[in-house]
């Protein structure tokens, strides 16, 4: 079952889940939760353009370098990670669906690739695998509400939350 706003605000208030900094109540849609873009993001570095790689052997730190900016140009059809400023922590027993907002999809920015999945068990910021489908530079900036995340109740908690089962958990 997805949550409303009213089941959100009643979960925040319990602490059951916990969403820091807390979502201002103009965050807090009908069924979804506006997240905010920070100010890190990883670009792919130029060395590794061209280069042929193993998927599965792919190390990211080798092939991304980290860069804080309050503004980024993503020129068209390149990917960029970003992180969300939100931590989202969730209990046992709820999940999350991670979406784009139209507005900007409409524009031509997809928000994430394929992982929009936020596994029960969560303590966690989100990453965002951004890429830019439009014909022209996009400028992004920290602090657009540019993702929202949906949460669902599971019929049963799981047995391996992702805090402590995540491979990539800690590092987010």
């Avoid at 690739?113 to 965002?128: E, K």
């Amino acid at each position: 079952m997805i949550l409303s706003n009213k089941d959100v605000e009643e979960l925040l208030k319990r602490g059951t889940i916990s969403i820091t900094p807390r979502p201002e109540p103009e965050q807090i849609g009908p069924g979804s939760i506006d997240l905010t873009l920070s100010n890190e993001f990883w670009v792919f570095v130029h060395s590794a353009k061209g280069k042929e790689f193993e998927l599965d052997a792919i190390d990211l730190d080798e092939v991304t370098k980290k860069v804080v900016a309050d503004k980024i140009v993503l020129k068209p059809g390149e990917l960029i990670l970003g992180k969300t400023v939100e931590r989202i922590t969730l209990p046992e027993n709820i999940c999350g669906q991670l979406e784009g907002r139209s507005k900007y999809a409409r524009r031509g920015l997809a928000i994430h690739v394929t992982s929009s999945f936020i596994q029960p068990g969560s303590d966690n910021r989100q990453v965002l695998e951004i890429t830019n489908f439009a014909p022209y530079s996009i400028v992004l900036r920290a602090g657009t509400r540019c993702s929202q995340v949906i949460l669902e109740e599971l019929k049963s908690p799981t047995t391996k939350p992702y805090r402590k089962f995540g491979k990539l958990a800690a590092r987010q």
